[in-house]
């Protein structure tokens, strides 16, 4: 099964993919997580991208479409995938389309998390994550259980992003709105589009998500 989660930052895309690759051994494609590693790497595209994602605004297309293709190019076609984060514009929907037909692929669900953008804010500014295997935690929604302390791994060293400020969060939520939330008509139209409340909390997101994975 292949899906998309579509919501603004800070909806919770990495926190249900994160579920589902537990509870169902799907793979996780994070077009924000996969950029984030080409700038740690210090890669050509990583250096290209990390002003543009510092200032919130959108890498472009064919760089973020080029990524992911590559990516489905080291999965058997058998492998569910969680696109996270992708497609953002209607020209990624389209290349998307194309890079599934490729494969042999087909997109079963896009699931949109509804969400009350003022109250993103508060959830994104006070998000960090464990800097040795990347699990997510957060100021006031999920601490560590032993103060300093990865639950995961154990490590101590945690991190949070550059583009986690309230005025970079604004600038992405307007790029939501602007070049993302139009794309959703497309799914529509081809009837695979589900929407879950994302204020929620974590599980009953995960278990609204589930009932709409477990129909077919
Ligand atoms: P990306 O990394 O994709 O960031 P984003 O879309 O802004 O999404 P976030 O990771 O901020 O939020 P999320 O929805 O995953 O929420 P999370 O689960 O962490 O992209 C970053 C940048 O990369 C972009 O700005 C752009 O520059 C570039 N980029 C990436 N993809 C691109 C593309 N396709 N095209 C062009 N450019 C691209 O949750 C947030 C917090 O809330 C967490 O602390 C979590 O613990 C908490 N939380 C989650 N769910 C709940 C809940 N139900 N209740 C309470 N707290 C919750």
């Known amino acids: 099964m292949n899906i998309i989660l579509l919501g603004p930052p800070g909806a919770g895309k990495g926190t249900q993919a994160s579920l589902l690759v537990d509870q ?5 494609l994070s077009t924000g997580d996969m950029l984030r590693a080409a700038v740690k790497a210090g890669t050509p595209t990583g250096i290209k991208a990390k002003a543009v994602m510092d200032a919130g605004q ?8 080029g990524i992911i293709g590559e990516a489905l190019d080291a999965l058997s076609a058998e492998t569910g995938v969680i696109f996270d984060g992708y497609p953002r ?11 599934l037909a490729d494969r042999g692929r087909t997109l079963h669900h ?9 109250a993103l804010v508060t959830r994104i500014t006070g998000r960090f994550t464990c800097g040795t295997c990347g699990a997510g935690y957060h100021d006031s929604f999920k601490l560590p ?3 300093g302390v990865c639950d995961k791994c154990g490590g101590t060293d945690f991190k949070r992003r550059p583009d986690d400020n309230e ?3 604004r600038t992405r939520m307007a790029e939501y709105r602007a070049k993302t939330a139009p794309i959703l008509p497309i ?3 081809r009837g695979i589009v589900s929407r879950v409340d994302g204020m929620a909390d974590m599980a009953h997101v995960s278990a609204a998500i589930a009932r709409v994975l477990d129909v077919e």
């Open 145 to 147: 259980k032993v103060d």
């Open 89 to 99: 514009t209607a020209a990624q929907a389209d290349a998307l389309d194309a890079i």
């Open 167 to 169: 005025e970079t969060v």
């Open 58 to 65: 959108l890498v472009s297309d064919d760089i973020v479409s």
């Open 24 to 28: 169902r051994g799907m793979i996780q």
């Open 110 to 118: 896009v699931i949109e998390l509804e969400v009350d953008e003022d």
């Open 187 to 189: 799914y529509e139209a």
